[in-house]
T-cell receptor, first 115, second 114 residues
Framework: AQSVSQHNHHVILSEAASLELGCNYS??????LFWYVQYPGQHLQLLLK??????LVKGIKGFEAEFIKSKFSFNLRKPSVQWSDTAEYFC?????????????FGKGTKLSVKP | DAGVIQSPRHEVTEMGQEVTLRCKPI?????LFWYRQTMMRGLELLIY????????DSGMPEDRFSAKMPNASFSTLKIQPSEPRDSAVYFC????????????FGPGTRLLVL
């Protein structure tokens, strides 16, 4: 079955630390990959997405993610986190060219950044 | 564009009452999704529509839940009768064919059933 796994449930970092959140997907064929962010009390916002091309994708607020096909991974990174990055981060995947409805979300990783 | 609009933003009701949640998708989007988010279960897709037609409602928890989309700019999610375990944040999202499955979320409705 298609699935998206986020292995870290809660990550705690100090400001200026580097961040890497893991995401693995289980899909046949070509996939579209997404990272969404949910700040406390707010809705999900698209952080970045990968459809094709350069496997290193840059998003908003200094985030980037790397698609590694051989590892079925799409890890999210940021070289230096800020307190304002405290949020929950969701990885999602869908079959390329599939219908909109087949987007599957991971369970989320909560990031807490200590000032 | 105003983005996806949901109302109400907060709803407190008593067990047994009917609850109606409303959503206005982004203009021109032809897909609409209803999600439920809880601490225990995370983000769950309840139902989605394409061109106002329900495509997959397999995520709807039980018959107490129903959703409609009478036109391209409005959808409702109804719970009747409501139960305390329905307490959650309900998100509506919309998307566009050919948009690569990108979904745009509304601010959510925080529902508390006492």
């Amino acid at each position: 079955a298609q699935s998206v796994s986020q292995h870290n449930h809660h990550v705690i970092l100090s400001e200026a630390a580097s961040l890497e959140l893991g995401c693995n997907y289980s899909y046949g064929g070509t996939v579209n990959l997404f990272w969404y962010v949910q700040y406390p009390g707010q809705h999900l916002q698209l952080l970045l997405k990968y459809f094709s091309g350069d496997p290193l994708v840059k998003g908003i607020k200094g985030f980037e993610a790397e698609f590694i096909k051989s590892k079925f991974s799409f890890n999210l990174r940021k070289p230096s986190v800020q307190w304002s990055d405290t949020a929950e981060y969701f990885c999602a995947a869908a079959n390329y060219g599939g219908s909109q409805g087949n987007l599957i979300f991971g369970k989320g990783t909560k990031l807490s950044v200590k000032p | 564009d105003a983005g996806v609009i949901q109302s109400p933003r907060h709803e407190v009701t008593e067990m047994g009452q009917e609850v109606t949640l409303r959503c206005k998708p982004i203009s021109g989007h032809d897909y609409l999704f209803w999600y439920r988010q809880t601490m225990m279960r995370g983000l769950e897709l309840l139902i989605y529509f394409n061109n106002n037609v329900p495509i997959d409602d397999s995520g709807m928890p039980e018959d107490r839940f129903s959703a409609k989309m009478p036109n391209a700019s409005f959808s409702t999610l109804k719970i009747q009768p409501s139960e305390p375990r329905d307490s959650a944040v309900y998100f509506c999202a919309s998307g566009l064919s050919g948009g690569g499955e990108t979904q745009y979320f509304g601010p959510g409705t925080r529902l508390l059933v006492l």
